[in-house]
C-alpha cells in the first residue's frame, strides 16, 4: 500500500542527545494530534500547530495517559515535506526506550510501520525526486570520504538527471521527426534525410560517452579500491597498513606468521575510500590455523581491486617471494592497462637497512608494475606509495569532483546499452535501411536512458533500489 500512514524512528540506534520519529502518510496529522498535549492541560486536544514550525507538546501513552515523553514536534504539510506527503516529525529524548515507546503509540494510533527506504521512495513516487537523486539519498548517508560526499550531492541535486533528460530530449525530437513521417505520410510531412537525423543521434552519442568515460573513476569514488597487503611472512604487511592507517590497528612482532586472519581498514587515499586488507603471510605451512589464514589470504587477494605486493628489501629474494609472485599473476594481477589486469605496486620495504634485495630479479618478475621503496620504521616512501597508487587506479585522468561523474553501476550499465542503440541506429542511418529500424533502436536508447531516472523502471528494479536504505529514511 502506498498511500497509508507510516511511521518509523529516523535517528540511529543507540543513545543521542534527542532522536526523531518521522510519521508520513494522509493521517499523519490526525495521528499525532491524538497523542500529544499542551502541558498542565492533559485531557485537551490542541490544535494543529502552524505547519513547519516546531512545538513544545509532551507525548502520552494513549491506553494509560502516561507522559512518555517531552518533545518538540513539527507539523508540515504537504506538498512541501521530504514524501510530498502530510509529515510529523517528532524529536524525543535520544534514548531507545523512550523512541520505541513513542513509537509504539504512533502504531497504536493508526501508523504502520515504514519499510527500509520507504520515505524516500515515496518521495520518488511522488515526483520529489527522480530515482538517481534517490539514490544519491544513500550514497550521501553512505559516503567514506568528502569527494564521495560532494559527488553524491551533486546528484542528489540532479546535476546527472538533468544531464540524463537532455540526451533523452535530444533523441526524443529525432524520434519524433521520423515517427511524423512514418504515421502521417499522407499529410505531406515530408521524409526526413538521413543527413539530417544524424547529427542529434552524434550529439548524444558523445554525451553519453563522455559520462561513461568518467564512470570507472566515479565507481572509485563511491565503492572505494579494495586493496589487499600481500607477501610471504615478516616482510612487514602488518606495519604498512598500520602506516597507512597512521594508527597501530594489526599486531606487529618480528615472529613470521604474526597475522593469522585478515583486517580490514577504510584508509582516505586522495578522496577514494581505501580499503586496505592486510593479510597472513602466504607460505606452507602445516599449521591449521595457519592453513586457514593463509586461505584467506588468497581469497582477499582474488577479491581485491589492487595489490600491494611486500618485499624485505634487506634479504635476498626468496623462493617464497617468487612463489606468492606466481600466485599472483595467475589471479590476474599485473598494473598492464592494455590488458586490463588488475594493479599491482611492489613495496620493497625495510628500506631503512642494507639493501639485499636484486631490483632486477624484481623487475624480472613484474616488469610493468611500479617499484616503492619503504621504511615502516621511519615512515618513508608513505607518501610516494599513496601517490603511486592512485596514479595507477586513475589512470593518470585528472580528479575533478566538480563535473558530473556516473559513480553507481547501474546507471552505467544503462548508459551501456544506450550508447549501443544510438550507436545501431547511426549505423542503420548510414545504410540507409527504413526509418522504422532507426526508430526502434532510438526507443531502446531512450527507454534504457529512463532507467536512470527511474522514468522506465520496473517495480522489481525499484524494490531492490530501496531495500538497501535504512530504516526511516
Ligand atoms: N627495520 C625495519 N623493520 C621493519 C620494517 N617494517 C616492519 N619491520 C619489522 O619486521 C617485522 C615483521 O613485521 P610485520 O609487520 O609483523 O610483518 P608481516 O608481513 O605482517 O608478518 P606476518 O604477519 O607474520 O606475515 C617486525 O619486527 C617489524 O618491526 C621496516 O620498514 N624496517
Ligand atoms: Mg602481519
Not at 582477499?300 to 629474494?317: I, K, N, Q, R, T
Not at 580528479?399 to 556516473?406: A, E, H, I, K, R
Amino acid at each position: 500500500m502506498r498511500n497509508d500512514t507510516i511511521a518509523a524512528i529516523a535517528t540511529p540506534p543507540g543513545v543521542g542527545g534527542i532522536g526523531v520519529i518521522r510519521v508520513s502518510g494522509p493521517e499523519a496529522f490526525t495521528v499525532v494530534s491524538s497523542l500529544v498535549r499542551r502541558p498542565g492541560k492533559p485531557d485537551e486536544l490542541p490544535p494543529v500547530p502552524p505547519s513547519h514550525r516546531l512545538t513544545y507538546r509532551l507525548v502520552i501513552d494513549p491506553e494509560t495517559r502516561e507522559v512518555l515523553d517531552e518533545v518538540l514536534v513539527a507539523f508540515m504539510r504537504a506538498p512541501h515535506t521530504y514524501t510530498c506527503e502530510d509529515v510529523v516529525e517528532i524529536q524525543g529524548h535520544g534514548g531507545p526506550l523512550v523512541l520505541r515507546r513513542i513509537l509504539r503509540a504512533v502504531l497504536a494510533c493508526g501508523a504502520r510501520m515504514a519499510e527500509p527506504g520507504e520515505f524516500t521512495m515515496r518521495a520518488f513516487l511522488n515526483g520529489r525526486l527522480d530515482l538517481s537523486q534517490a539514490e544519491a539519498v544513500m550514497d550521501l548517508i553512505d559516503a567514506q570520504t568528502e569527494a564521495g560526499q560532494r559527488l553524491a550531492l551533486q546528484q542528489l541535486r540532479g546535476r546527472l538527471s538533468d544531464q540524463v533528460q537532455e540526451i533523452r530530449h535530444t533523441i526524443l525530437g529525432v524520434i519524433a521527426q521520423i515517427e511524423a513521417s512514418i504515421d502521417f505520410p499522407e499529410e505531406d510531412v515530408p521524409t526526413p534525410e538521413a543527413e539530417e537525423l544524424s547529427p542529434p543521434i552524434v550529439t548524444a552519442l558523445e554525451q553519453i560517452q563522455r559520462l561513461l568515460a568518467g564512470a570507472e573513476q566515479g565507481k572509485l569514488f563511491r565503492q572505494g579500491l579494495r586493496t589487499a597487503i600481500i607477501g610471504r611472512p615478516n616482510v612487514g604487511k602488518s606495519s604498512l597498513l598500520n602506516a597507512l592507517l597512521r594508527t597501530e590497528r594489526a599486531i606487529v612482532t618480528p615472529i613470521a606468521g604474526t597475522t593469522r586472519d585478515t583486517v580490514e581498514e577504510v584508509a582516505n587515499l586522495r578522496g577514494i575510500p581505501l580499503h586496505l586488507i592486510d593479510t597472513a603471510g602466504i607460505t606452507p605451512t602445516d599449521d591449521p590455523v595457519e592453513q586457514i589464514g593463509v586461505q584467506r589470504s588468497r581469497a582477499a587477494a582474488e577479491s581485491a581491486d589492487a595489490v600491494l605486493l611486500v618485499f624485505d628489501g634487506s634479504e635476498p629474494l626468496a623462493e617464497q617471494d617468487r612463489r606468492v609472485s606466481a600466485e599472483l599473476e595467475m589471479m590476474g594481477f599485473g598494473a598492464d592497462e592494455q590488458t586490463h589486469k588488475r594493479p599491482v605496486v611492489i613495496v620493497v620495504n625495510k628500506a631503512d637497512r642494507d639493501q639485499r634485495i636484486e631490483l632486477d630479479e624484481l623487475k624480472q618478475l613484474w616488469p610493468l608494475a611500479p617499484i616503492v621503496h619503504t621504511s615502516t620504521l621511519n615512515n618513508e616512501g608513505l607518501d610516494a606509495l599513496e601517490e603511486t597508487l592512485a596514479e595507477l587506479v586513475l589512470a593518470g585522468r585528472a580528479v575533478n569532483s566538480d563535473s558530473v561523474l556516473v559513480t553507481n553501476t547501474r546507471h552505467q550499465d544503462a548508459l551501456r546499452r544506450a550508447n549501443e542503440h544510438l550507436q545501431a541506429s547511426k549505423a542503420s542511418l548510414e545504410q540507409y535501411l527504413p526509418l522504422d529500424f532507426v526508430s526502434i533502436d532510438l526507443r531502446a536508447a531512450y527507454e534504457a536512458l529512463g532507467e536512470i531516472t527511474g522514468e522506465t523502471a520496473s517495480d522489481d528494479l525499484l524494490d531492490r533500489i530501496f531495500r538497501d536504505f535504512c530504516i526511516g529514511k
